[in-house]
């Protein structure tokens, strides 16, 4: 299949689909029909790691949530989550030392379940904020999807975990809560924390005890194993996804958890040192011009969004001392960051004077 094919709404993989379909029998409607709806045959779900067009999934939620009787379907879809669910990376979930390191190989790994959204996992006040943001662009699908993202995200954590009465500081959804308030009972029972509706970013906000919570089964020459077979299948999936993408995505997720390494990066993504410069290069990109953009970005945004101190910020960025990140922020914005903060926070003043 060519990679045009896999465009519009990315794929899905064959056992998160399979989640949705359990689902839709719950609540009375039969296989048969929906495979002919979503025009799915029964041969194409045996293999695990088949992966189906996105419209798949379009076409099996049009046909279910007029008829489901559920407003909250896709919230409830998230009972029926296992570890085959997230395909091989609910098995090097299940295999992985803390939660820390399950949202690390989840930026790397997603997309063996499907490119229907990306992760992105990025500091908070007092937490870690792990947020999703949905490809399909239809409000109704995405909400469903999204909300059962969210859930399954909670569920699988308390299982590996062997936590079921651990929960997220807050949960935060960007659509807005449901015009039928007592549904929001529902939501309460499945997250047991805050909710927050129409918010910038869909996501989980984690404690950094939840952030950093030890596993019930950790076996790390077995993930060992796992993920040499998943970087295989990474490989062998024929699209446009850069490897720059995936050094970003990598850094991303660990640049609040510890100083950037490429050794580390290299050998999550199952190459040697010399290899990741190579094809680096080979996209107009390198190792740390990706670094230094992130850092960056990263830099704006707290000092813009947050009241973190310039030691606090340049710890959470990677650098080992302040001096360093000041050095650095200016070398790219040509104010040290404490200049910056304070031009913003005039111009600030400024427009509220204005107004």
């Known amino acids: 299949m060519s990679g045009d094919e896999w465009m519009g709404l990315g794929y899905i993989s064959v056992p998160a689909l399979l989640q949705y379909l359990r689902s839709a029998e719950s609540c009375g409607l039969a296989r048969e029909r929906l495979l002919r709806e979503c025009g799915v045959s029964a041969d194409m779900l045996v293999d695990n790691n088949g992966r189906l067009p996105g419209e798949t999934l379009q076409r099996l939620l049009d046909y279910v949530l007029p008829r489901c009787a559920n407003p909250l379907y896709g919230l409830y879809t998230a009972q029926f989550i296992q570890p085959g669910s997230y395909s091989i990376m609910g098995y090097i979930a299940m295999t992985s030392s803390t939660l820390s390191e399950v949202v690390a190989r989840m930026m790397q790994y997603e997309r063996l379940v499907g490119d229907m959204g990306t992760s992105r996992v990025e500091p908070e006040p007092g937490g870690v904020l792990v947020s999703w943001n949905c490809r399909f662009q239809d409000a109704r699908t995405r909400r469903h999807i999204v909300e059962n993202v969210l859930a399954s995200w909670v569920s699988y954590t308390r299982w590996i975990a062997d936590e079921p009465d651990r929960s997220p500081l807050a949960v935060r959804f960007e659509h807005a809560a449901p015009e039928d308030r007592s549904l929001l009972r529902h939501y309460q029972q499945i997250f047991r924390c805050p909710l927050q509706f129409g918010a910038p970013h869909s996501g989980l906000l984690l404690s950094p005890a939840m952030y950093h919570l030890r596993l019930r089964q950790p076996d790390s020459l077995l993930r060992e194993t796992l993920e040499s ?127």
Do not use: C
């Not at 190459?271 to 970005?297: M, P």
């Not at 910020?313 to 040509?334: C, V």
């Not at 200049?339 to 509220?352: G, K, M, S, T, V």
């Open 229 to 355: 077979h998943a970087q295989q299948m990474l490989r062998n999936i024929k699209d446009d996804y850069r490897l720059s993408d995936q050094v970003r995505n990598l850094l991303r997720a660990m640049i609040a958890d510890q100083a950037p390494r490429k050794e580390f990066i290299a050998q999550q993504l199952g190459i040697n040192v010399r290899t990741l410069h190579r094809k680096l290069s080979e996209e107009g990109a390198s190792y740390q011009k990706i670094l230094d953009a992130l850092r960056h970005e990263l830099a704006l945004k707290y000092l813009t969004e947050e009241d973190w101190s310039i030691e606090d910020i340049g710890r959470r960025l990677g650098f080992s001392e302040s001096r360093s990140f000041i050095r650095h922020f200016k070398a790219q914005q040509g104010v040290t960051p404490g200049e910056f903060r304070l031009r913003r926070r005039q111009d600030e003043a400024l427009r509220a004077g204005d107004d």
